[in-house]
């Protein structure tokens, strides 16, 4: 988009809700914000990331969680999708939140608002940290689902006889039990698994670990950023 056209931007719920937590951050802790995700490279690690950035702007976990996620990444991939320079975009964000938001919010909000949307130009800028994490995210969405939670049971059921008075054998069974993200809803899988499945997928995992292990040391030699959704031994975001 080569001209500024005002388009709308639409703004969820949970768009709303991040603008508040930035609103609520305040100018001093936003400016120090933007100065440290210039020196970001990409993490995904967000507890530890959050837990950091909360202790070194000396603000609740949530308010820097909610900013992050409900606002400053899905509103840079906005952005990218809308082809708009960031002076064009907060212009764009501005005048939506004028014309879409509550009396309410704004006689609550927008003095502030209006006094922080001028040090937001940073978080907007190509390749910065919050569209990368935008980027990412939009990579691992593109699956149909996103993995929660796998384990597997494995128990012991008995056969009763017809008269059901006694136990004439005990079955073991094993179930992968699969706690996926589809959507915003958490759905869940079992499948049943004989011991051949078992180990087919002790050796996919031992061959899944080995490719992890040689892709770690190629990124290391040339210098790369190997970034892991999930990952919990990062080096937090440092000031």
């Known amino acids: 988009m080569n001209t500024f056209e005002r388009p709308t931007i639409p703004l969820s719920r949970d768009a709303f809700r991040g603008i508040d937590a930035l609103v609520e951050l305040g100018v001093p802790r936003v400016k120090k914000l933007s100065e440290l995700q210039c020196s970001q490279p990409l993490d995904l690690a967000f507890s530890q990331l959050f837990a950091s950035l909360a202790s070194q702007l000396a603000c609740d976990y949530h308010v820097i969680q909610t900013a992050c996620v409900a606002a400053l990444i ?8 809308l082809e708009m320079p960031a ?17 309410e919010w704004k006689s609550r909000y927008i003095e502030a608002w209006n006094s922080l949307v001028g040090e937001l130009a940073p978080f907007f800028q190509p390749d910065n940290f919050f569209s990368q994490a935008s980027k990412a995210f939009d990579l691992l969405t593109e699956r149909p689902a996103i993995l ?3 384990r597997i049971l494995t128990e012991l059921r008995p056969i009763y ?31 049943s698994l004989d011991n051949d499945d078992l180990k087919s997928l002790t050796k996919e ?14 990124a290391l030699a040339h210098r790369m950023n190997l970034v892991v959704y999930g990952e919990v031994d990062e080096e937090p975001l440092e000031g």
């Open 161 to 191: 006889d017809e008269a059901q008075t006694k136990t004439l054998a005990v079955l073991q069974t094993n179930t992968l039990v699969l706690d996926y993200w589809k959507g915003r809803d958490i759905h869940t899988l079992h499948i």
């Open 87 to 103: 002076s064009d975009f907060l212009k764009a964000l501005q005048q939506t939140i004028a014309d879409r938001a509550s009396e």
């Open 205 to 218: 995992v031992k061959w899944a670990q080995d490719k992890i292990s040689i892709s770690q040391k190629e």
């Open 74 to 81: 899905p509103l840079n991939g906005l952005r990218r999708r």
């Open 148 to 150: 929660q939670n796998a």
